[in-house]
C-alpha cells in the first residue's frame, strides 16, 4: 500500500472506533495513519487497536499531529462544536478533511470553512454516509435519473432514538442540537438528495421542536417540513424521546419505496418499491464515502458531499432549532 492515502481521525469516540478506523481497514488504497486526542492514552489505545500505520501513530497535540508531512487526509470526528476550529487547522496545515455531520454549528463558520479548504487547495467533504447505502444510491438513480416514480410528490423520514442528558450532546458545551445532530442531520441530507431536480428550489421550511420533558437547552423531539417551488414537501421526524422503527418513504404520482430499518450504519434493511421487494446487496457504506473522498483527492475533485451542502445542511439544522 506504498501508493495508499494515509489518513489522521481526529477523536476517539463511537464514531471513529465503530466506523471510520474499520472502513478505512476494509477499503482499497487508504490507510489509517495516524490518531489525534486530547488525551494521549486514549489516542494510543486506538492506535494500536486499529493498528495505525505512522511511526508515530499518537498525538495529544493538534499541531504536532497536523505537522507530519506524510500525513495526507484527516477525518474529523471531534464534538460538533469543535468541528470549525479542526477543518481550519487542517486546511492550514494543507490536509485534505472529511468531516463528520453537521459540518459546523453556524453558517459564519461554515463560510469560512470552506473559504479556508479552497485558500489551500484542500478538498472538504462532510461524510453523509446513508448516501452510500447500497439500497439508497439503487433508489436515487432510479427516482431522481431515471423518474421511476413519476414526479415527487412527498418525502417522509422517521429516525427517533432513546436518549438522556447524559449523551454530550444534551448540553451547550460541546454541541448545538441534540436529536437534529444526531440524526436529523442525516434525515435533512437524504430529503435534499432525493428532491434534487433541476429547477426545483427550496419554497418554505418550517419546524416544530419540544424539549419539555428533560427541559434542556437542545431539542428533544424535532419535526421539520419542507415545501419545494414545484409543490413537492417533505418531513422529518427525529426523537430522544422514544425508540421506533426507522423509516424513509418516497411518494411520487406514479408510486412509492419505502425504506425501512436502512438507517443507521450497517447498510442494511429492507426496501420495497410500489409494495415489491427491492433488492440490493449491503456493503459497509463508510466504505463508499471514504473510497469517494479518497477518489476527490487523486482526480482534484469535489468529493460527492463537499462544503456547499454541508453548508445547506447547516443552514437548515438552524433553521429548524427555531431559527437559532
Not at 40 to 51: M, N, P, V, Y
Request: proline residues 4%; negative net charge; contains cysteine.
Amino acid at each position: 500500500m506504498n501508493d495508499a492515502i494515509r489518513f489522521g481521525i481526529i477523536g476517539t469516540g463511537n464514531i471513529a472506533g465503530g466506523a471510520h478506523a474499520p472502513a478505512l481497514a476494509e477499503a482499497d488504497g487508504v490507510e489509517l495513519w495516524s490518531v489525534f486526542s486530547r488525551d494521549i492514552s486514549r489516542a494510543s489505545e486506538f492506535a494500536r487497536r486499529h493498528k495505525a500505520a505512522a511511526p508515530r501513530p499518537a498525538y495529544d497535540s493538534l499541531a504536532e499531529f497536523l505537522s507530519d508531512p506524510l500525513l495526507q487526509a484527516v477525518i474529523v470526528t471531534s464534538p460538533d462544536n469543535m468541528h470549525a476550529e479542526h477543518i481550519l487547522a487542517c486546511a492550514h496545515a494543507g490536509k485534505h478533511v472529511l468531516v463528520e455531520k453537521p459540518m459546523t454549528t453556524s453558517h459564519a463558520d461554515g463560510l469560512r470553512a470552506i473559504e479556508a479548504c479552497r485558500l489551500k487547495q484542500v478538498r472538504l467533504g462532510v461524510a453523509f454516509h446513508l448516501r452510500w447505502h447500497a439500497g439508497h444510491r439503487k433508489l436515487h438513480r432510479l427516482i431522481v435519473q431515471e423518474k421511476a416514480l413519476g414526479d415527487l410528490r412527498h418525502i417522509r423520514v422517521l429516525w427517533p432514538w432513546r436518549g438522556d442528558p447524559s449523551n454530550w450532546r444534551a448540553g451547550a458545551d460541546m454541541g448545538r442540537w441534540w436529536s437534529l445532530a444526531g440524526t436529523g442531520a442525516h434525515c435533512l441530507d437524504l430529503i435534499r438528495w432525493f428532491a434534487q431536480s433541476p429547477g426545483r428550489r427550496l419554497a418554505e421550511r418550517r419546524s416544530l421542536i419540544a424539549k419539555e420533558v428533560w427541559r434542556g437547552p437542545h431539542d428533544e423531539t424535532a419535526i421539520v417540513s419542507f415545501r419545494f417551488s414545484d409543490g413537492a414537501t417533505a418531513e422529518s421526524t427525529t426523537s430522544v424521546l422514544f425508540d421506533a422503527p426507522t423509516r424513509l418513504e418516497i411518494y411520487g404520482s406514479e408510486g412509492h419505496a419505502i425504506c425501512e430499518a436502512t438507517l443507521g450504519r450497517k447498510g442494511t434493511g429492507q426496501i420495497s418499491l410500489n409494495g415489491a421487494a427491492f433488492d440490493f446487496a449491503p456493503v459497509n457504506p463508510f466504505v463508499g464515502e471514504i473510497l469517494d473522498f479518497a477518489a476527490a483527492i487523486r482526480e482534484g475533485r469535489s468529493p460527492e458531499v463537499g462544503g456547499d451542502e454541508g453548508l445547506e445542511n447547516v443552514d437548515d439544522l438552524l433553521e429548524a432549532a427555531n431559527g437559532e
